[in-house]
Every structure is written in structure tokens, then in C-alpha cells.
């Protein structure tokens, strides 16, 4: 996979991230569940506010993003044009070679061993610390509205595939 796959709308993106494998630290899972963010017009949106999340929204397609809500972090891949605020979180994995919970955004992290040191990382420019790599797909995805968001865009910007067990909520 190149850069170029993450320079593109998030939606896009979080679509397409489905079925794809996450490998970290020898430990490998399938994607089964992402969400799509944008920049400031979004009302559930990092960007909204000035910071560093929003800062990181801005940079390069591929960044990893992470950072703690509830006492758990949660991991996302910018997207689109440097400069204009987008990004996809993974909420839910499917462990391929380990036991752990992956159906939740938290769960996942630390299943996997995500925290706040992959933060700003890219993932073209780490290989080995983090990875994803193409998987066969044959499976169906649903669309719905995003999780714990309140106002919530007119869109739906959840994506997941379909009757799997790993999803966080069907």
C-alpha cells in the first residue's frame, strides 16, 4: 500500500481500510469497523478545536493519530490533502494470529498495544513499527451513522463489515 491510498477523501478511505491487516509488534488484525472525520465543519470532528489533534488532522496523508478519551486511546489515519483536516478512525479489529478483544476503539489499542507513542508516527516512514497490508475481501459492508456522536453530520460515516462478531456494535 502507498501514500497515495490515504490521499483521498476519508470516507473513501474508511471504506477501503475494511478487510485490510494492521501489524503491530508481530501481532496482526483485520479491520472490520472505521469511522470518517473532517475538519471543522464536522460537529464531531478534532479539528473543531486548536491543538495538537487538529495540528496532526493537517499533516501528511498516513500520519497516525492517536489520542485518549475515557481513559483508552484511540487510533486513526489522517487522510486526504495535507493541509485540509480529515481522518479515519478504526473502531473495531478482528485478531488474526492472538486472543484479545478488537470491538471497540479502546479494546483494540490495547489488544494491540497502541498508546500514545505511535502518535505522529507515519506510517510509510516506520516500517515495522506499524503496518497494513492487503487482505482478500469478500464480505458486505453497512453503512450507518457514527457512534457516541451527538450531532452528528447528515451523512453515514460509519462503515463495517457485515455479521462480524469483532464489530462494536451492530
Not at 130 to 155: A, C, H, P, Y
Amino acid at each position: 500500500m502507498d501514500k497515495e491510498f490515504f490521499v483521498r477523501d476519508a470516507e473513501i478511505v474508511a471504506k477501503e481500510l475494511l478487510g485490510k491487516v494492521i501489524c503491530i509488534n508481530g501481532k496482526k488484525a483485520k479491520i472490520v469497523e472505521t469511522e470518517a472525520y473532517f475538519g471543522s465543519e464536522d460537529p464531531a470532528s478534532r479539528a473543531r478545536q486548536n491543538g495538537d489533534l487538529r495540528r496532526t488532522m493537517l499533516m501528511d496523508a498516513g500520519t497516525v493519530l492517536v489520542y485518549g478519551v475515557h481513559n483508552n486511546w484511540l487510533i486513526n489515519f489522517v487522510t486526504g490533502e495535507k493541509g485540509k483536516a480529515s481522518a479515519v478512525l478504526i473502531r473495531a479489529v478482528e485478531p488474526l494470529n492472538f486472543k484479545g478483544k478488537g470491538n471497540g476503539p479502546g479494546l483494540l489499542t490495547k489488544a494491540l498495544g497502541i498508546d500514545k507513542k505511535f502518535h505522529k508516527k507515519h506510517i510509510f516512514n516506520d516500517k515495522g513499527y506499524l503496518d497494513l497490508r492487503d487482505r482478500k475481501k469478500d464480505f458486505e459492508i453497512v453503512k450507518s451513522f457514527r457512534i457516541g456522536v451527538k450531532n452528528d453530520l447528515d451523512r453515514k460515516l460509519r462503515f463495517y463489515v457485515k455479521d462480524n462478531e469483532f464489530v462494536s456494535r451492530r
